[in-house]
């Protein structure tokens, strides 16, 4: 008797296990002549093996295809569990029929062959980029498009595909000193200029710091409309650390103009797609550019413009520090970090951070979240959040107190400043974090 109902137990869990895959006991399972729907498709993608899975007894394996769908199959003509396509990418053609019994169509297939190869992703590297013209060089990945003009040069992003198969536009726009992509339906890729300006500057690296950021926030205002109620940061960029001053949109453009002689150069980042999925990724090439732009000598001059040369070069190219130039760490990676405070930026994939409502700390070392928290962990950079009364100060930008450096920037949604403060080794970094920063409020 204990061994009947040991059978009858099993015989009821059979029961359940094949009701999962559309049949029951004691029934004919579905002869499937009648289709819901019935076409002849072609498909690339890999067979796969049913394993102990019973869906129907014409179903044999599992196709999925290269968009991700998966359908039910079979072939009379082909052996699906041979070395030969089990496992392959392969290029298959045949019947594909629907039925009220089965969640996925039933694919017949009646020819395989070699699948197309798949494109090999462009390998990117990075192009060393000089310009005697209006004496400018700096590095850029390959895969942006380049394009000089008179006292102009534009980077645009890789084109990306949209549904129907054609490139975003790439139409443009020209104004007295820049260029904008138009904002269409769909967005235009972002870009990347540097200009050079004839502003007419009287400034120069005698003058003090304050009067060169007045004159240029002079210029700006009087030509830019877009930055017109912002306040520059002033900063140092670029392989030889040149004065400049820094503007960031709402919408994340980043704008450094740096003087030279008479001249203003721009650098910007301008954001007009309206694809923001990879506005950081798009903001640290842009960091890495400015990290190694530099002033070169212009079509007719022989000295390089380098620290240690004549007045004019060394002015140019020396920046206004208190101290001598610190080797900076560089940073090949980064991650996103996206705040419930309702902010992100970029920070070093390798490393670590730790956040509460005042402070956010960053460190190279790993970090116990069990135990750890801001006020007991030694970072490597710190970012904290101040009004202009706590910290006295009326602007943003770097300041430099020996070996340590404070990066300073409008932190919205904050509503106040926020700094980023470490070693000098760590300023361009920290400029890069700062560019990153971004309000996510929805």
């Known amino acids: ?106 694919y017949e297939v009646k020819r395989i062959t070699d699948a197309p190869a798949i494109d090999a992703p462009e390998e990117v590297t990075s192009v060393e980029y000089k310009n005697t013209t209006i004496g400018v060089s700096f590095t850029y990945p390959s895969n942006w498009k380049m394009e000089e003009k008179l006292n102009m040069i534009s980077l645009a992003e890789p084109e990306k595909k949209v549904e129907n198969g054609d490139t975003l536009p790439l139409d443009e726009a020209e104004t007295e000193h820049t260029v904008k992509a138009i904002t269409g339906e769909t967005g235009t890729p972002d870009s990347i200029w540097a200009v050079k300006i004839e502003a007419g500057l009287t400034k120069t690296s005698t003058d003090e710091n304050g009067l060169r950021s007045e004159e240029i926030a002079t210029y700006v205002k009087s030509e830019y409309a877009d930055l017109t109620a912002l306040t520059g940061d002033l900063t ?45 990724d798009n903001t640290n090439v842009f960091s890495n550019l400015v990290a190694t732009f530099r002033f070169l000598p212009k079509d ?36 996103p970090l996206t705040s419930n405070l309702g902010f992100s ?27 750890a928290t801001v006020d007991n962990t030694t970072p490597v950079l710190t970012l904290t959040w101040s009004s202009i009364e706590e910290t006295g100060m009326s602007t943003t930008g770097t ?8 990066v300073t920037f409008i932190a919205t949604p904050m509503l106040s400043f926020g700094t980023l403060t470490g070693d000098a080794k760590y300023e361009e970094l920290m400029q890069k974090m700062a560019d990153s920063y971004a309000d996510v409020r929805e």
């Open 1 to 106: 008797m204990k061994i009947r109902k040991t059978l009858i137990a099993a015989s009821l869990c059979l029961c359940l296990f094949s009701s999962l895959f559309l049949t029951s006991c004691g029934q004919e399972e579905d002869d499937l002549s009648n289709p819901l729907t019935r076409t002849d498709e072609t498909h690339i993608g890999t067979f796969m093996p049913l394993g102990s899975i019973k869906i129907h007894s014409s179903v044999t394996h599992l196709f999925e295809t290269d968009d991700g769908d998966v359908l039910y199959a079979f072939s009379d003509r082909y052996d699906l569990d041979s070395s030969e396509y089990a496992g392959v990418r392969v290029e298959a053609y045949g019947t594909v029929s629907t039925y009220e019994s089965l969640d996925k169509p039933l």
């Open 236 to 280: 140092y960029v670029g392989a030889d650390e040149q004065f400049s001053l820094r503007y960031k949109t709402e919408n994340g453009d980043i704008y450094y103009f740096i003087p030279r002689e008479t001249s203003l150069y721009e650098l910007s980042y301008q954001h007009t797609n309206k694809d923001d999925s990879l506005l950081l």
């Open 300 to 335: 007719g001059e022989t000295t390089e413009v380098i620290p240690g040369t004549s007045a004019d070069a060394q002015a140019d190219a020396v920046p206004m520090t208190e101290g001598p130039s610190v080797s900076q760490v560089e940073i090949s990676k980064f991650a």
């Open 345 to 371: 930026m970029s920070y070093p994939a390798s490393w670590y951070y730790l956040g509460s409502n005042a402070k956010y700390i960053f460190t190279d070392q790993k970090i116990d979240f069990a135990t």
């Open 399 to 406: 300041m430099r107190n020996g070996d340590n450096v404070s």
